[in-house]
């Protein structure tokens, strides 16, 4: 093939393409639509369920743009576009808290979508959401009966107390026992006279606005006369137990207390029954921990030294249970497809997350702490000995000890290999020339552009990466096949 020299607007044009070329090997072009990533969300969960009103979360990464519309789709014909609202938790995360109030019971598809500031659509993340009907049974309990015992004819006070924990008491039923009853809103304070002596058992429960009944709890009265002998020994009387905290959840310790009198002053020891199988003797105050939610019957009575014993005291305690964290994966990282960089996050809907652990599918793990809700720890990093895809794992701990299931990514390892020596190809090279003002012979390879770094011989190749190429004896203007050694 005959050498042909290459005109000089040909060079300058090649010249600018290289610089152009340089640019983008730096990593600092603006942001333009040709090169905005778009955006993903990450998840989408639920906080909360009260009644019919849902209050959901969702999670998104956006890492250059900016957002312009959060799209939310709940499933029962409502869409809902955002246009603000959200917060950024992290480097390129952001979240968002909405609520919806559907109109019936049942399982609905939320639908996320988002939109970022050059109009690219995310993947749309879809969550079921379950909204039924929950109601918890009321619980009662007697604060005070004074005086117990009583005289026939004397006015005793009774007082108990209605809690609903998923709403609220409307009616109180007393039944003194003697074949007299009473109920009706807020009555929980009530007075009853006993016309003759006797032992009488009193009961009491409560109705909540969802028409739901408490159990019964119950306490003996006992009426006697002055003018009667009295025994020897009288057995002793609790006329109060409370427990804190009012609303316990599972695992929390429970403080009970009870409050006894023995009319002959003597020693009480108390026997507690904690109505989960558990049965204890010890002081007036103990400390139990419930395993399981539910509502829960606890009896206790007191001792004396001489071995009378009270009737038992009953009341209810309402345990909550324990739900369990969310895990999220909030941004995974990597410049050289080795060394990677993770950052999560969790949620706890009755507490907070205090801890996480991350399994790298290497068997490397790592713990750590976290300082609440929805708020990432440091980016952490993690590099990789061998190449392949890793299955990476994070979960996250509340502050009941209960543990989140596993949110997972995957990650492409490459881990280049060590090259002692090499032999580059035979390449087809033209378009020779020199370029304008530089005074390097501009070349054309396998598609790629390559120019002399100065008179040696030596060129430069611009392709993903730069490498040197030594060509044997080159012209200065010449089409044909060359054997080349690559240098490092």
């Given at each position: 093939?005959?050498?042909?020299?290459?005109?000089?607007?040909?060079?300058?044009?090649?010249?600018?393409?290289?610089?152009?070329?340089?640019?983008?090997?730096?990593?600092?072009?603006?942001?333009?639509?040709?090169?905005?990533?778009?955006p993903?969300?990450?998840?989408i969960?639920?906080?909360?369920?009260?009644?019919?009103?849902?209050?959901?979360?969702?999670?998104?990464?956006?890492p250059?743009?900016?957002?312009?519309?959060?799209?939310?789709?709940?499933?029962d014909?409502?869409?809902?576009?955002?246009?603000?609202?959200?917060?950024?938790?992290?480097?390129?995360?952001?979240?968002?808290?909405?609520?919806h109030?559907?109109?019936?019971?049942?399982?609905?598809?939320?639908?996320?979508?988002?939109?970022?500031?050059?109009?690219?659509?995310?993947?749309?993340?879809?969550?079921?959401?379950?909204?039924?009907?929950?109601?918890?049974?009321?619980?009662?309990?007697?604060?005070?009966?004074?005086?117990?015992?009583?005289?026939?004819?004397?006015?005793?006070?009774?007082?108990?107390?209605?809690?609903?924990?998923?709403?609220?008491?409307?009616?109180?039923?007393?039944?003194?026992?003697?074949?007299?009853?009473?109920?009706?809103?807020?009555?929980?304070?009530?007075?009853?006279?006993?016309?003759?002596?006797?032992?009488?058992?009193?009961?009491?429960?409560?109705?909540?606005?969802?028409?739901?009944?408490?159990?019964?709890?119950?306490?003996?009265?006992?009426?006697?006369?002055?003018?009667?002998?009295?025994?020897?020994?009288?057995?002793?009387?609790?006329?109060?137990?409370?427990?804190?905290?009012?609303?316990?959840?599972?695992?929390?310790?429970v403080?009970?207390?009870?409050?006894?009198?023995?009319?002959?002053?003597?020693?009480?020891?108390?026997?507690?029954?904690?109505?989960?199988?558990?049965?204890?003797?010890?002081?007036?105050?103990?400390?139990?921990?419930?395993?399981k939610?539910?509502?829960?019957?606890?009896?206790?009575?007191?001792?004396?030294?001489?071995?009378?014993?009270?009737?038992?005291?009953?009341?209810?305690?309402?345990?909550?249970?324990?739900?369990?964290?969310?895990?999220t994966?909030?941004?995974?990282?990597?410049?050289?497809?080795?060394?990677?960089?993770?950052?999560?996050?969790?949620?706890?809907?009755?507490?907070?997350?205090?801890?996480?652990?991350?399994?790298?599918?290497?068997?490397?793990?790592?713990?750590?702490?976290?300082?609440?809700?929805?708020?990432?720890?440091?980016?952490?990093?993690?590099?990789?000995?061998?190449?392949?895809?890793?299955?990476?794992?994070?979960?996250?701990?509340?502050?009941?000890?209960?543990?989140?299931?596993?949110?997972?990514?995957?990650?492409?390892?490459?881990?280049?290999?060590?090259?002692?020596?090499?032999?580059?190809?035979?390449?087809?090279?033209?378009?020779?020339?020199?370029?304008?003002?530089?005074?390097?012979?501009?070349?054309?390879?396998?598609?790629?552009?390559?120019?002399?770094?100065?008179?040696?011989?030596?060129f430069?190749?611009?392709?993903?990466?730069?490498?040197?190429?030594?060509?044997?004896?080159?012209?200065?203007?010449?089409?044909?096949?060359?054997?080349?050694?690559?240098r490092?």
């Amino acid at each position: 093939m005959r050498a042909t020299k290459i005109p000089a607007v040909l060079a300058i044009l090649t010249l600018t393409l290289l610089t152009m070329t340089v640019s983008a090997d730096t990593g600092c072009p603006a942001v333009d639509s040709s090169t905005d990533q778009p955006p993903r969300v990450i998840e989408i969960s639920v906080y909360r369920i009260s009644g019919k009103t849902v209050e959901l979360i969702g999670v998104v990464e956006d890492p250059d743009s900016g957002l312009r519309k959060w799209i939310w789709d709940f499933g029962d014909g409502t869409v809902v576009n955002k246009t603000g609202g959200w917060s950024k938790i992290g480097d390129s995360t952001y979240k968002m808290v909405v609520q919806h109030t559907y109109s019936d019971y049942r399982t609905y598809w939320v639908k996320l979508k988002v939109i970022d500031d050059w109009l690219k659509e995310s993947n749309v993340e879809t969550v079921p959401v379950n909204v039924k009907k929950s109601n918890y049974k009321p619980v009662v309990r007697l604060i005070e009966i004074t005086p117990n015992p009583a005289q026939p004819g004397e006015k005793i006070t009774f007082v108990a107390e209605g809690i609903d924990p998923d709403g609220h008491v409307v009616t109180y039923y007393w039944d003194f026992g003697d074949g007299k009853k009473t109920n009706g809103a807020n009555l929980t304070r009530v007075m009853h006279t006993y016309s003759k002596e006797g032992t009488y058992v009193l009961k009491v429960k409560v109705k909540d606005d969802k028409g739901t009944y408490s159990d019964v709890v119950t306490r003996e009265i006992y009426i006697r006369s002055e003018s009667k002998p009295k025994p020897k020994n009288k057995p002793p009387l609790i006329s109060s137990v409370d427990f804190t905290p009012r609303e316990p959840s599972v695992g929390t310790p429970v403080v009970f207390r009870a409050t006894a009198l023995d009319p002959d002053g003597d020693r009480i020891a108390f026997e507690w029954k904690f109505g989960d199988g558990t049965i204890k003797s010890g002081g007036a105050k103990i400390t139990h921990i419930y395993r399981k939610e539910g509502a829960f019957t606890v009896k206790v009575r007191a001792i004396d030294q001489k071995g009378a014993s009270s009737p038992f005291y009953t009341l209810s305690v309402a345990v909550k249970g324990n739900k369990p964290p969310q895990a999220t994966i909030v941004g995974v990282r990597t410049f050289d497809n080795v060394t990677f960089l993770f950052q999560g996050m969790g949620i706890d809907p009755d507490g907070q997350v205090v801890a996480y652990q991350w399994d790298f599918g290497d068997g490397e793990k790592v713990n750590g702490s976290l300082e609440g809700n929805s708020i990432p720890h440091k980016f952490l990093n993690h590099t990789y000995e061998r190449s392949g895809n890793y299955t990476v794992k994070f979960r996250v701990r509340d502050d009941k000890g209960a543990w989140s299931l596993w949110a997972t990514t995957r990650v492409t390892v490459l881990v280049p290999s060590k090259v002692n020596s090499a032999t580059l190809g035979t390449f087809d090279f033209s378009n020779v020339g020199i370029a304008v003002g530089v005074g390097a012979i501009i070349v054309s390879v396998a598609g790629y552009l390559a120019y002399r770094e100065s008179k040696s011989s030596t060129f430069i190749e611009r392709s993903k990466r730069n490498r040197k190429i030594v060509v044997r004896r080159p012209p200065r203007s010449a089409s044909g096949v060359y054997r080349n050694t690559p240098r490092n």
